[in-house]
């Protein structure tokens, strides 16, 4: 009987070098500096557009723009941090459950 147990070694159980939380709270960083950088970039092209056509090529609305999307997307990172329920999904996601 002991000849059983010695022929057969126990293998340890393969587990993720994260954990759970720390994945999602990575996931919502990654999610939150994407969106940082894609509305920053909207807002700015539509500053730049406003700014060629309405205001005489000024630099303001450029700014303007840069800092509704930046503004945006701050906010929609803060309620994601807020919500800590899970990974963020868009609202496409959300209806389809």
Known sequence: MAEANESKPTVPV???TK???EALLNEKWDRAIS???VRSSIG???GVVLS???FKRR???AWVGL???AGRAYEEADSAFRRGDGPVTSAVHQSRS
């Open 19 to 21: 954990p759970v939380s």
């Open 59 to 61: 630099a303001w609305p």
């Open 35 to 37: 969106s940082l950088i």
């Open 67 to 69: 800092g509704f999307g």
């Open 14 to 16: 393969a587990r993720s």
């Open 44 to 46: 700015l092209g539509f």
């Open 52 to 54: 060629v056509l309405l």
